[in-house]
């Protein structure tokens, strides 16, 4: 029997104004500049939703990235104003930068791929020579994203680039910059803490109308970070053997072992019940890892009633 997901919503807030979905996040824009942010089950791999939601997904990235949020907020500050449901972050609207800051201590993931491939220089950054696949950059390395207009896949793109076209503006740039190395550091220094590595991660910020900048959409989440284990890493580098990882890493690998990697004419694995259940519990160790607390599972008899309830008191207030 499938467990309770919460797969899309349909609210009207009062005072509600619009609302977008993207993969995972459901926002609510409402009058007075507020934003409603709804994390829903849905996984996405390879730039496609999976057919199935996973159990108390949701609430975990949620969690986390609101947890994060408050352990971040006296370095850079954050459109955030309140989670008045496991699932939910009510926030500051804000106008979003066309780029998402990437940025790499390790290579890992995408740079490897990369540097596999024989590039040696990647969004405009060089990359030292005679590197071994997760070894650790000389220093953390900026590798910028553009939102592609068209499609979800986003771009690698320069800095030069972002700043010829105007994208950014060379002075938001550099406090994008200097905030983004700042919340990595942090977010170096807490994983640290709980045993991990953080290799690379995401950043997303916004201007709030007052012309200020701020961090929005999610941070430090296996969803946009990926972590390896600190206990053997080195070990496993000198032997030249995969790091263990915490990231949602262990999803794409599973559907390459079933032929999917989201291209064209590929068909979705069917997902067994039994295996959403695994990936649930992996994410609910995620959590557990990454924030060093216990999940607490919220009543998922009626997620819909719940949130709405929740999220229609606190704006009555």
């Known amino acids: 029997m499938g467990m309770n997901t919460l797969m899309s919503t349909d609210f009207t807030f009062p005072g509600q104004k619009s609302i977008y979905k993207g993969k995972v996040r459901e926002v609510y824009t409402l009058e007075n500049d507020i934003l409603v942010m709804v994390a829903t089950d849905r996984l996405s791999a390879f730039d496609v939703v999976m057919p199935k939601g996973i159990p108390y997904k949701g609430q975990i990235l949620n969690q986390i990235a609101t947890k994060m949020m408050k352990d971040t907020e006296d370095i850079v500050p954050n459109w955030l104003l309140a989670t008045p449901d496991p699932n939910v972050a009510v926030g500051k609207a804000c106008e979003p930068f066309k780029v998402e800051m990437v940025i790499r201590g390790y290579l890992s993931g995408h740079a490897a791929r990369e540097y596999k491939a024989g590039k040696r220089i990647l969004c405009g950054v060089p990359m030292p020579g005679g590197m071994k696949e997760n070894d650790q950059f000389p220093e953390p390395i900026i590798t910028p994203a553009t939102k592609a207009e068209k499609g979800d896949h986003d771009e690698d793109i320069s800095k030069e680039d972002i700043l010829k076209r ?72 000198e032997r030249g053997e995969a790091q263990k990882q915490l990231s949602k890493e262990f999803v794409r690998q599973w559907l390459i072992s079933n032929g999917f990697q989201g291209l064209e004419g590929q068909k979705v694995p069917e997902m067994s019940d039994e295996y959403v259940e695994t990936v649930s519990n992996r994410y609910i160790e995620l959590y557990e890892n990454i924030t060093g607390e216990i999940f607490v599972k919220s009543d998922i008899s009626n997620l819909q009633e719940r949130i709405f309830k929740n999220v229609t008191d606190y704006l009555s207030r």
């Open 166 to 237: 105007g994208i950014v503006s060379d002075e938001d740039y550099a406090v994008l910059e200097k905030f983004t190395k700042a919340l990595f550091q942090r977010g170096t220094e807490i994983a640290a803490k709980r045993g991990l590595i953080l290799v690379d991660t995401k950043y997303e910020f916004g201007k709030t109308k007052e012309g200020d900048i701020v961090l929005i959409d999610e941070i430090h989440t296996p969803d946009s970070s990926r972590y390896f284990y600190a206990d053997g890493y080195q070990e496993r580098q």
